[in-house]
Protein backbone atom coordinates (compact mmCIF):
# COMPACT_ATOMS: atom_id res chain seq x y z
CA UNK A 1 0.00 0.00 0.00
CA UNK A 2 1.28 3.44 -0.58
CA UNK A 3 -0.25 6.50 0.70
CA UNK A 4 0.25 10.50 0.71
CA UNK A 5 -0.47 13.07 3.29
CA UNK A 6 -1.16 16.27 1.39
CA UNK A 7 -1.71 19.44 3.40
CA UNK A 8 -0.33 22.82 4.13
CA UNK A 9 2.95 23.70 6.42
CA UNK A 10 2.08 22.78 10.21
CA UNK A 11 -1.48 20.51 9.09
CA UNK A 12 0.16 17.71 10.87
CA UNK A 13 1.47 15.71 8.50
CA UNK A 14 4.64 14.71 10.01
CA UNK A 15 3.56 14.28 13.19
CA UNK A 16 0.70 11.79 12.11
CA UNK A 17 2.59 9.89 9.83
CA UNK A 18 5.67 9.31 12.89
CA UNK A 19 2.43 8.04 14.68
CA UNK A 20 1.20 5.86 12.39
CA UNK A 21 3.96 4.71 10.20
CA UNK A 22 4.64 1.64 11.80
CA UNK A 23 1.54 0.20 13.08
CA UNK A 24 0.96 0.15 8.73
CA UNK A 25 3.73 -1.54 8.15
CA UNK A 26 4.91 1.45 5.91
CA UNK A 27 8.24 3.48 5.39
CA UNK A 28 7.68 7.02 5.80
CA UNK A 29 8.92 9.29 3.26
CA UNK A 30 9.37 13.19 4.20
CA UNK A 31 10.91 14.63 1.24
CA UNK A 32 11.57 17.70 3.70
CA UNK A 33 13.27 15.52 6.47
CA UNK A 34 15.47 13.91 3.47
CA UNK A 35 16.53 17.71 2.31
CA UNK A 36 17.12 19.14 5.87
CA UNK A 37 19.48 15.40 6.33
CA UNK A 38 20.87 17.21 2.76
CA UNK A 39 21.77 20.33 4.27
CA UNK A 40 23.01 18.99 7.83
CA UNK A 41 25.77 16.77 5.83
CA UNK A 42 26.42 19.33 3.72
CA UNK A 43 26.00 17.87 0.00
CA UNK A 44 25.72 20.05 -2.89
CA UNK A 45 21.91 18.77 -3.40
CA UNK A 46 21.65 20.49 0.33
CA UNK A 47 22.99 23.65 -0.59
CA UNK A 48 20.91 23.81 -3.10
CA UNK A 49 17.74 22.65 -1.17
CA UNK A 50 18.81 25.84 1.42
CA UNK A 51 18.33 28.60 -0.54
CA UNK A 52 15.31 27.27 -1.58
CA UNK A 53 13.99 26.07 1.90
CA UNK A 54 14.77 29.13 3.27
CA UNK A 55 12.71 31.42 0.95
CA UNK A 56 9.60 29.26 1.98
CA UNK A 57 9.68 28.51 -1.86
CA UNK A 58 8.98 24.84 -3.40
CA UNK A 59 12.59 23.21 -4.37
CA UNK A 60 12.88 22.48 -8.11
CA UNK A 61 10.57 19.61 -9.39
CA UNK A 62 13.71 17.81 -11.25
CA UNK A 63 15.59 17.93 -7.64
CA UNK A 64 13.26 16.32 -5.89
CA UNK A 65 11.59 13.67 -8.75
CA UNK A 66 15.46 12.34 -8.84
CA UNK A 67 15.48 12.24 -4.91
CA UNK A 68 12.65 10.11 -4.46
CA UNK A 69 13.58 7.98 -7.29
CA UNK A 70 16.84 7.63 -6.08
CA UNK A 71 15.15 6.29 -2.37
CA UNK A 72 12.21 4.49 -3.74
CA UNK A 73 14.57 1.85 -5.72
CA UNK A 74 16.20 0.67 -2.34
CA UNK A 75 13.02 -0.33 -1.20
CA UNK A 76 10.29 -2.74 -1.88
CA UNK A 77 7.89 -1.58 1.07
CA UNK A 78 4.82 0.57 0.86
CA UNK A 79 5.52 4.32 1.62
CA UNK A 80 3.87 6.80 3.44
CA UNK A 81 4.45 9.96 1.95
CA UNK A 82 4.95 13.46 4.13
CA UNK A 83 5.33 16.11 1.57
CA UNK A 84 5.45 14.79 -1.90
CA UNK A 85 4.07 15.25 -4.17
CA UNK A 86 3.47 18.67 -4.28
CA UNK A 87 3.20 19.80 -7.86
CA UNK A 88 1.37 18.02 -10.62
CA UNK A 89 4.37 17.53 -12.61
CA UNK A 90 5.75 15.28 -9.21
CA UNK A 91 2.64 13.62 -8.58
CA UNK A 92 2.14 12.80 -12.39
CA UNK A 93 6.14 11.57 -11.98
CA UNK A 94 5.27 9.30 -9.04
CA UNK A 95 2.35 8.02 -11.17
CA UNK A 96 5.05 6.47 -13.24
CA UNK A 97 7.20 4.96 -10.56
CA UNK A 98 4.10 3.69 -7.81
CA UNK A 99 0.49 3.33 -7.21
CA UNK A 100 -1.04 5.26 -4.78
CA UNK A 101 -4.03 3.47 -2.71
CA UNK A 102 -5.38 6.48 -0.62
CA UNK A 103 -4.57 10.26 -0.25
CA UNK A 104 -5.27 11.82 2.94
CA UNK A 105 -5.70 15.20 2.69
CA UNK A 106 -5.51 17.35 6.40
CA UNK A 107 -7.49 20.88 5.62
CA UNK A 108 -6.69 23.83 8.18
CA UNK A 109 -5.93 27.63 8.18
CA UNK A 110 -2.94 29.66 7.83
CA UNK A 111 -3.89 31.12 11.35
CA UNK A 112 -3.59 27.96 12.72
CA UNK A 113 -0.70 26.83 11.21
CA UNK A 114 1.09 30.23 12.35
CA UNK A 115 0.38 29.10 16.04
CA UNK A 116 1.42 25.98 15.31
CA UNK A 117 4.86 26.39 13.65
CA UNK A 118 5.74 29.41 15.56
CA UNK A 119 6.09 26.69 18.96
CA UNK A 120 7.35 23.72 16.93
CA UNK A 121 10.87 22.36 17.92
CA UNK A 122 12.84 19.50 16.37
CA UNK A 123 15.30 17.58 17.60
CA UNK A 124 18.95 17.77 16.16
CA UNK A 125 19.60 13.77 16.53
CA UNK A 126 16.24 12.04 15.29
CA UNK A 127 13.80 14.95 13.93
CA UNK A 128 11.32 14.11 16.74
CA UNK A 129 8.48 16.84 16.46
CA UNK A 130 7.61 18.63 19.87
CA UNK A 131 5.98 22.03 20.87
CA UNK A 132 6.05 23.97 23.19
CA UNK A 133 2.35 24.18 24.16
CA UNK A 134 2.82 20.36 25.67
CA UNK A 135 6.63 20.02 26.01
CA UNK A 136 8.65 22.63 27.29
CA UNK A 137 12.03 20.20 27.80
CA UNK A 138 14.88 21.52 25.58
CA UNK A 139 16.29 17.75 24.77
CA UNK A 140 14.16 15.25 23.12
CA UNK A 141 12.25 12.93 25.33
CA UNK A 142 13.26 9.99 23.10
CA UNK A 143 17.20 10.40 22.38
CA UNK A 144 18.17 12.99 24.39
CA UNK A 145 18.76 15.14 21.26
CA UNK A 146 19.41 19.06 21.63
CA UNK A 147 15.49 20.65 20.39
CA UNK A 148 16.34 23.49 17.31
CA UNK A 149 13.55 25.75 15.48
CA UNK A 150 13.51 25.52 11.80
CA UNK A 151 15.40 28.09 9.75
CA UNK A 152 12.08 28.19 7.60
CA UNK A 153 9.66 28.59 10.72
CA UNK A 154 9.40 32.21 10.99
CA UNK A 155 5.84 34.03 11.08
CA UNK A 156 6.30 35.75 7.05
CA UNK A 157 8.36 32.67 5.89
CA UNK A 158 5.15 29.98 7.08
CA UNK A 159 2.56 32.35 5.69
CA UNK A 160 4.95 32.29 2.10
CA UNK A 161 4.70 28.15 2.57
CA UNK A 162 1.19 28.55 2.88
CA UNK A 163 0.32 30.97 -0.05
CA UNK A 164 2.41 28.33 -2.00
CA UNK A 165 0.64 25.70 -0.86
CA UNK A 166 -2.64 27.01 -2.21
CA UNK A 167 -1.01 27.58 -5.27
CA UNK A 168 1.21 24.55 -6.40
CA UNK A 169 0.14 21.99 -4.08
CA UNK A 170 -3.74 22.30 -3.19
CA UNK A 171 -4.79 21.64 -7.07
CA UNK A 172 -3.77 17.93 -6.20
CA UNK A 173 -6.73 17.53 -4.11
CA UNK A 174 -8.81 18.06 -7.50
CA UNK A 175 -5.86 15.34 -9.11
CA UNK A 176 -6.40 12.74 -6.47
CA UNK A 177 -9.89 13.75 -6.40
CA UNK A 178 -10.64 12.24 -9.75
CA UNK A 179 -8.97 9.29 -9.14
CA UNK A 180 -11.52 8.84 -6.42
CA UNK A 181 -8.69 8.50 -3.83
CA UNK A 182 -9.20 11.27 -1.64
CA UNK A 183 -10.03 11.17 1.96
CA UNK A 184 -11.09 15.00 3.81
CA UNK A 185 -9.76 15.51 7.46
CA UNK A 186 -10.42 18.79 9.34
CA UNK A 187 -6.76 18.99 10.92
CA UNK A 188 -7.55 21.77 13.33
CA UNK A 189 -8.85 19.43 16.05
CA UNK A 190 -6.80 17.04 18.99
CA UNK A 191 -4.11 15.29 17.37
CA UNK A 192 -4.90 11.99 19.37
CA UNK A 193 -8.29 12.07 17.74
CA UNK A 194 -7.09 12.90 14.23
CA UNK A 195 -4.41 9.63 14.20
CA UNK A 196 -7.58 7.48 15.56
CA UNK A 197 -9.58 8.92 12.25
CA UNK A 198 -6.60 8.29 9.74
CA UNK A 199 -5.69 4.52 11.03
CA UNK A 200 -9.27 3.77 10.59
CA UNK A 201 -9.32 4.66 6.86
CA UNK A 202 -5.30 3.20 6.20
CA UNK A 203 -7.35 0.16 7.87
CA UNK A 204 -10.19 0.55 5.23
CA UNK A 205 -7.93 0.45 2.13
CA UNK A 206 -5.63 -2.11 3.36
P1 LIG B 1 8.49 20.16 4.85
O1 LIG B 1 9.47 19.77 5.87
O2 LIG B 1 7.72 19.09 4.14
O3 LIG B 1 7.54 21.24 5.47
P2 LIG B 1 5.97 21.57 5.27
O4 LIG B 1 5.19 20.85 4.23
O5 LIG B 1 6.01 23.04 5.17
O6 LIG B 1 5.36 20.94 6.48
P3 LIG B 1 5.78 21.10 7.94
O7 LIG B 1 6.90 20.15 8.27
O8 LIG B 1 6.02 22.55 8.24
O9 LIG B 1 4.41 20.70 8.68
P4 LIG B 1 3.69 19.33 8.99
O10 LIG B 1 2.39 19.30 8.28
O11 LIG B 1 4.58 18.13 8.85
O12 LIG B 1 3.36 19.62 10.52
P5 LIG B 1 4.01 18.99 11.86
O13 LIG B 1 3.54 17.59 12.01
O14 LIG B 1 5.47 19.27 11.97
O15 LIG B 1 9.20 21.00 3.71
C1 LIG B 1 10.05 22.09 4.03
C2 LIG B 1 10.55 22.75 2.75
O16 LIG B 1 11.28 21.77 1.96
C3 LIG B 1 9.45 23.26 1.80
O17 LIG B 1 9.02 24.57 2.14
C4 LIG B 1 10.18 23.22 0.46
O18 LIG B 1 11.06 24.29 0.31
C5 LIG B 1 11.02 21.94 0.57
N1 LIG B 1 10.30 20.75 0.07
C6 LIG B 1 9.95 19.66 0.80
N2 LIG B 1 9.30 18.77 0.02
C7 LIG B 1 9.26 19.30 -1.23
C8 LIG B 1 8.70 18.87 -2.47
N3 LIG B 1 8.05 17.70 -2.57
N4 LIG B 1 8.82 19.69 -3.55
C9 LIG B 1 9.49 20.87 -3.46
N5 LIG B 1 10.03 21.36 -2.33
C10 LIG B 1 9.91 20.58 -1.20
O19 LIG B 1 3.21 19.90 12.93
C11 LIG B 1 3.53 21.27 13.11
C12 LIG B 1 3.46 21.62 14.60
O20 LIG B 1 2.10 21.50 15.02
C13 LIG B 1 4.27 20.68 15.51
O21 LIG B 1 4.82 21.42 16.56
C14 LIG B 1 3.21 19.68 16.05
O22 LIG B 1 3.54 19.24 17.34
C15 LIG B 1 1.96 20.56 16.07
N6 LIG B 1 0.72 19.82 15.76
C16 LIG B 1 0.55 18.87 14.80
N7 LIG B 1 -0.73 18.45 14.77
C17 LIG B 1 -1.38 19.16 15.74
C18 LIG B 1 -2.74 19.21 16.20
N8 LIG B 1 -3.70 18.42 15.66
N9 LIG B 1 -3.04 20.07 17.18
C19 LIG B 1 -2.10 20.88 17.73
N10 LIG B 1 -0.80 20.89 17.33
C20 LIG B 1 -0.45 20.05 16.35
Known amino acids: MNLIFLGPPGAGKGTIAARLVASAGLEHLSTGDMLREEMKQGTELGKLAKQYIEEGKLVPDSVIIGMV ?60 VYNVKWYSGSTCEKCGGELYIRADDTEETIRKRFDVYLKETAPLVDYYDAKGLVHRIDATGDVNEKVEEIAAIIESVK
Open 69 to 128: KERLAKTEAGIMFDGFPRTVAQAEALDEIAKIDAVIDLETTVDVVVERICGRRLCKQCGA
